[in-house]
């Protein structure tokens, strides 16, 4: 699954230089988190970075993209090659 930055996020810019695939970025209002980049750390980290790092625990799993480990990790080898 990819994960999602919701409304609660202040815009603290500790979770985008976390993020290994450069998945995060500053959209409209706050933060937002590209699907075909999140891996979830999957192939980096045990843990989503962002998640460990977010001072006010806005990032959340996205409903939307799910994905089980061995497709974050696929997906972590396509990142890796381009």
């Known amino acids: 699954m ?11 810019d500790v979770c985008e230089p976390q993020c290994p695939n450069t998945a995060i970025s500053m959209g409209r209002e706050h933060y937002i988190i ?15 970075q962002c998640q ?3 001072p006010v625990e806005c990032i959340e799993v996205d409903p939307e993209h799910t994905e089980d480990k061995d497709e974050l990790l696929e997906k972590f080898r396509r990142l890796a090659v381009s």
């Open 2 to 12: 990819a994960l999602r930055i919701t409304d609660e996020c202040i815009n603290c």
């Open 34 to 48: 590209d699907p075909s980049r999140c891996t979830e750390c999957v192939g980096h980290f045990d843990e989503p």
């Open 52 to 54: 460990v790092f977010c």
